[in-house]
């Protein structure tokens, strides 16, 4: 516990504020919450700093996406057409076929290759593929919670594993620590979204069963 908090010490002050907020996006995501849009901006927002710094040009890249894909999350999750239909005034959570998911992994995972060959040859990038393997699904990821799909949280699960070992050899422990934390609050995640999901179609399907009583 000492060493762990004398590491965490070393971490910036920027880099602690990044953890926080990245928290609150998780925890206000779990529960549907709008807010987790903003916590997020702001996170990466300073991870964007961070990570270029840390010659981690993917992630550097995959930051700017955030803020961009949080601002369209926030507008999805209330004001997207899906939106206006569901019965909380959101977005309804949804679900997608494996075969929709394989045929999205086979193109996926080639162009993470190509980039990370790319960047291996004509940049100083370090390591390339993990980094570049992990950014692109990350894109994908980030998409799906935007469209609030119960699928992101098992590749955010795998993606989180991956991201604890890349930061945490290239000196953010404090982030390497927060992704440990993220890959137990995805599984949660994924669990509350199935639930809820499963909640969703009981009342529908209850609705239905009222109306064609009445």
Known sequence: MDKLLSLL?????????????????????????????????????????????????????????????????YWSWRYSPAAKHGQTGQLPIRSQTWQWHLQWGLVLLPLSLAIA????????????????????FSFFATFLVARKLLENWLYWIVIDLLYVGLFWFKGFHATSILFAVYTVMATIGYFKWRQALKDEHENKTDMRMETVAE
Do not use: H, K, N
């Open 117 to 136: 060959w790319l960047l291996q040859r004509y940049t100083d990038a370090d390591f390339a593929y993990l980094d570049s393997i992990t950014t692109v």
């Open 9 to 73: 010490a070393l971490s910036s002050t920027a880099e602690l504020i990044a953890v926080g907020m990245a928290v609150a996006y998780v925890l206000l995501a779990i529960r549907q919450s709008l807010w987790c849009w903003p916590a997020a901006v702001i996170s990466a927002s300073i991870y964007t700093v961070l990570f270029f710094q840390g010659r981690l040009y993917m992630e550097t890249l995959l930051q700017v996406f955030y803020v961009v894909m949080a601002v369209y999350g």
